[in-house]
């Protein structure tokens, strides 16, 4: 038996769709960076409190000037909070959970990753617009899930120019 | 065709049937009397006994009672009611009764661990937060039932091939063959999940857990767990819809064709459920990408093919313009609406699901509510609303007894459509302004929720109106069951193609295409985990805050 004329047309048509969104996926992930944090470095979470980076995290300069913050997600917040940022300027984020897995998302960007105890998320996010923006966790991590939520102000400082 | 136009209406296999689908209405009234309260809960609106805990218990509940067990119990009953139907056998009945005392036995275990509080995990279990034991061994019982019936359907094929050895099985078993091996493929990772990792551990035999490892065999199993639910509605779709329209199924081969693609492709894709998580690479993670935009294929081939069956229907009354066949439709028959209504549905969640799946947008959305509002359009209507349209078109010829109250169970899809309408298009829109998934409160800590507050409320109006629908369906099913006028049962009637396929060809070697499913599943998950663990990791104790 043989396939219908239409049928034919339409499934080359939906073939290629499928093709087009992955080229356009395959192309913005190689030229600008457009893919998930896949970051690989484990953490030991029973020891958290005494590490050097995570156990008092607080923002760094590099000394080549990149600004770091690493951040840790605990039952009910986020540390260090309140957060104070340049715009225009690219933040790299480090964080990690001290208990169960939470989510970090700047709410209103797509600055969004998993917290989860003994690994490390990293992504690197510039913001473009100066304001205060909530950091909410969007993984369930117990009773006050729901206020997890930590600040990050955006300033007009000149961070552009480092 | 053999056992086309059986009827079984009666018989031990029908209550076999009838008893899983009595189980599956159960679950699904009390998950949607928890999902209202939720709606409620999300936008604020004060109401007795509204507290955290009991909202992130009926979240765990709502979640674990509609995504497994209404799901689960609705497939296996129908799983039987047609291939008892078509191949006029169930080889095993002992197999099968047993296979549902264990799976009910875990789900009562597992429930009651949920709404005494002690297992607060929601469905997706994620550690290290702990749930009681017996949530995770009940869970698994669940499994093991429904493996029993696959075994069921299985060898009832094997005894019905050995009598037609060169007849290609009947399309609508053929569909549910291929939803029982994706079933197989996609509960290997969860069982792994299950014995190796969570159960061990919340007896306390082992201290720590990986949660990475366990996200991903979790994840192994969560998404071709979405074309558990989807295949058996494909499976009404193309053999029972054109039937109930007066029309034919526009093309056999394809529909095969989808079914097989579904096997090989519907499990290894779980990594884009994790795209934000550490530890996996950005390469595992593109090769998932491949294979998630793959399986929009056969969803496509779908669309077509039963849209053209049920044009076929309208022109063979006499339709002649470009839509008018669309009037000719048995709007009026609340299966044939009810499944129409999820088909559109699908054509919104299908999109949902392209965005959701592309880098830039996943991280737009992950986790927020958009991600709530994206599953109640696919599970929550493409797949739920079908099989309530099928509970009334199963009901009579199971039990002998006239669908009751038919002015409700005509209401109830449109309901449940408008109702879905309201909900899920508003927490789209507050996912992408932010709105995290799973909060008791919009209003977060307090302050947050200007963005979205007013969409939380549309959100709760939606809800109402779906537990709306969700009244009518269970009053229908109540008022058929207990007082339905008894009828001589009608025969399982399906489609008939308009080429039939006679000879057994590529898409029906199933054994071969389990094979490669197989293959494709090792390929895309051996490295990866092998990597993980062979890498020197930290694991996690328990917590339990709930
Ligand atoms: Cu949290
Ligand atoms: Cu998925």
Same mark, same amino acid.
């Given at each position: ?10 499934? =080359? !048509?939906?073939?290629? #769709?499928? /093709?087009?969104?992955?080229?356009? &996926?395959? %192309?913005?992930?190689?030229? $600008? ?20 980076? =995570? !156990?008092?995290?607080? #923002?760094? /300069?590099?000394?080549?000037?990149? &600004?770091? %913050?690493?951040?840790?997600? $605990? ?88 | ?546």
């Amino acid at each position: 038996m043989s396939v219908d004329k239409y049928e034919r047309i339409w499934m =080359f !048509g939906a073939g290629g #769709l499928i /093709v087009v969104f992955l080229v356009i &996926i395959s %192309i913005t992930a190689a030229t $600008q960076a457009v893919r998930p944090p896949s970051h690989i470095e484990v953490v030991n979470p029973a020891t958290i409190a005494e590490h050097p980076e =995570f !156990g008092d995290p607080q #923002l760094r /300069v590099e000394a080549d000037g990149r &600004i770091v %913050i690493p951040v840790l997600a $605990q039952m009910f917040g986020f540390f260090p909070d309140p957060l104070e940022v340049p715009v225009n300027t690219p933040i790299t984020f480090r964080i990690t959970s001290a208990d169960v897995v939470h989510g970090f998302q700047v709410v209103g960007t797509n600055a969004n990753a998993m917290a989860v105890p003994g690994y490390v998320s990293q992504f690197t996010y510039t913001f473009k617009k100066a304001g205060t923006y909530d950091i909410a966790c969007n993984e369930y991590c117990g009773l006050m899930h729901h206020a997890m939520v930590g600040k990050i102000t955006v300033t007009e400082a000149p961070g552009g120019q480092r | 065709m053999s056992g086309t136009g059986a009827v079984i209406g009666g018989t031990p296999q029908a209550r076999l049937a009838a008893t899983h689908i009595a189980v599956a209405v159960t679950a699904f009234a009390v998950a949607a009397c928890m999902g209202v309260l939720q709606g409620l809960s999300i936008a604020d609106f004060e109401f007795p006994m509204r507290s955290e805990q009991l909202y992130y218990i009926s979240v765990t509940a709502h979640g674990v009672l509609m995504a497994l067990v209404f799901t689960t119990f609705f497939i296996m009953g129908l799983g039987y009611a047609l291939t008892q139907a078509q191949l006029g056998r169930l080889v095993g009945l002992k197999t099968a009764w047993l296979g549902f005392w264990v799976a009910l036995g875990g789900t009562v275990t597992a429930a009651y661990t949920i709404l005494t509080g002690q297992s607060t995990v929601l469905y997706t279990f994620y550690p290290p937060m702990q749930a009681h034991p017996a949530f995770y061994i009940g869970a698994t019982l669940l499994v093991v039932g429904s493996w029993l019936w696959g075994g069921v359907v299985i060898a009832s094929y094997r005894s019905w091939k050995k009598d037609y050895p060169d007849t290609p099985v009947p399309m609508a078993t053929h569909g549910i063959l291929a939803t029982i091996i994706v079933w197989y493929l996609a509960t290997a990772g969860v069982a792994m999940e299950m014995l190796l990792q969570l159960i061990p551990w919340s007896l306390g035999w082992v201290e720590t857990i990986d949660p990475i490892i366990a996200r991903t065999l979790f994840w192994w199993f969560g998404h071709p767990l979405v074309y558990f639910w989807l295949m058996p509605a494909y499976v009404l779709w193309y053999t029972v819809m054109p039937r109930i329209a007066g029309g034919r199924l526009f093309s056999d081969k394809l529909a095969r064709m989808v079914f097989i693609l579904f096997v090989i492709l519907s499990t290894p894709v779980g990594f884009h459920h994790q795209f934000t998580d550490p530890g996996i690479s950005a390469g595992w993670k593109f090769a998932h990408t491949i294979t998630t935009f793959a399986i929009l294929f056969p969803s496509f081939v779908t669309a077509f093919t039963v849209i053209a069956s049920l044009e076929v229907a309208g022109r063979l009354k006499g339709a002649k313009g470009l839509f008018d066949w669309i009037g000719t439709l048995p709007w009026k028959d609340p299966f044939f609406l009810a499944m129409a209504l999820a088909m559109l549905s699908f054509a919104f969640g299908g999109f949902g699901g392209a965005i959701n799946a592309a880098y830039g947008m996943n991280s737009m959305v992950h986790n927020t509510a958009w991600i709530m509002g994206h599953f109640h359009v696919t599970l929550g209507t493409t797949s739920a609303l079908t099989f309530m349209g099928a509970t009334y078109w199963l009901m009579p010829r199971l039990l002998g007894r006239q669908l009751a109250l038919p002015g409700l169970a005509r209401l109830q899809p449109w309901l449940w459509f408008i109702g879905m309408g309201i909900f899920s298009t508003s927490f789209h829109i507050a996912g992408l302004r932010g709105l995290p998934r799973r909060v008791y409160s919009a209003s977060l800590a307090g302050e947050q929720g200007g963005a979205w507050a007013d969409l939380a409320q549309a959100g709760a109006i939606g809800g109402i109106v779906l537990f709306l629908s969700a009244l009518c369906f269970v009053a229908v099913v109540l008022g058929t069951w207990l007082g339905g006028k008894r009828i001589e049962a009608p025969a399982f009637e399906f489609a008939v193609p308009l080429e039939p396929v006679t000879e057994k060809g590529l898409w029906d070697r199933l054994g071969f295409w389990t094979i490669v499913g197989i293959v494709l599943v090792i390929l895309a998950y051996a490295y990866p985990l092998i990597t993980l663990w062979m890498t020197p990791r930290f694991g996690s104790p328990p917590f339990q805050p709930f």
